[in-house]
């Protein structure tokens, strides 16, 4: 078991450019979710995908960001003409859901280290 | 809408001494409460979690959480602290019912602890 992964683990970009990160989530987890940290807060919940299917997005997830889950396994989060606000930690978390809706709640998500970005 | 707050942004304790972190939550019933470390450039780990039961709930690295409902609180403690445990603290929530928001937590912005030798 190697954990989640994510690269690259550090970003630099210009405005106006297009990044994307890649978040592999540890194999057998079927849930995947990516959250976004700036400096001196906590993480903020951006988007989750059980398998596939993208089940619920934030609405910090503007239209310049993009995420996908193809074939259930791992996950890019793109996003398209920076801005400097965009600058930030952006974590990526997996988990095992099974059984029961309440249960799934019970479920213990483990974070990969981040891509810290910086938007210039 | 459930939300998190952790009063404390910055924590300095000397090694060996007592610590407490303290976290309140809101929320309408009884969430799922969770305490995470981060280290510098490493991700959140896990210390403890709490579902329900027992309200003292023992995690990894010597630390404990009290889950009191009347003060809605999910104090961190650990008797002693070790110039390691340095690092940002955070307690997160997560629903544990209705709707479809199973999957993400809430947390709140953070304790850092610095320990003094």
């Known amino acids: 078991d190697t954990g989640v992964s994510q690269d690259p683990r550090h970003k630099i970009t210009k405005r106006g450019q297009n990044v994307t990160f890649r978040c592999d989530p540890i194999s057998e987890h079927n849930r995947l979710y990516w959250y976004r940290q700036t400096l001196g807060q906590g993480p903020e919940f951006l988007t989750y995908?059980?398998?596939?299917?993208?089940?619920?997005k934030s609405r910090l997830l503007s239209d310049r960001f993009s995420a996908e889950r193809p074939k259930g396994s791992f996950s890019t989060l793109e996003i398209q003409r920076t801005e400097q606000g965009d600058s930030a930690m952006y974590l990526c978390?997996?988990?095992?859901?099974?059984?029961?809706?309440?249960?799934?709640?019970?479920?213990?998500?483990?974070f990969g280290a981040g891509t810290r970005l910086s938007v210039l | 809408a459930q939300s998190v707050t952790q009063p404390d942004i910055h924590i300095t304790v000397s090694e060996g001494a007592s610590l407490e972190l303290r976290c309140n939550y809101s929320y309408g019933a009884t969430p799922y409460l969770f305490w995470y470390v981060q280290s510098p450039g490493q991700g959140l780990q896990l210390l403890l979690k709490y579902f329900s039961g027992d309200t003292l709930v023992q995690g990894i690295k010597g630390f404990e959480a009290e889950f009191k409902r009347s003060q809605s609180s999910f104090n961190l403690r650990k008797p002693s602290v070790h110039w390691s445990d340095a690092a940002e603290y955070f307690c997160a929530t997560k629903a544990n019912a209705g709707g479809t928001s199973y999957g993400k937590l809430t947390f709140g912005q953070g304790t850092i602890l610095t320990v003094h030798p």
């Open positions: 995908f059980q398998n596939e299917a993208q089940l619920e």
């Open positions: 978390a997996s988990s095992l859901g099974t059984g029961t809706s309440g249960y799934l709640a019970k479920n213990i998500q483990y």
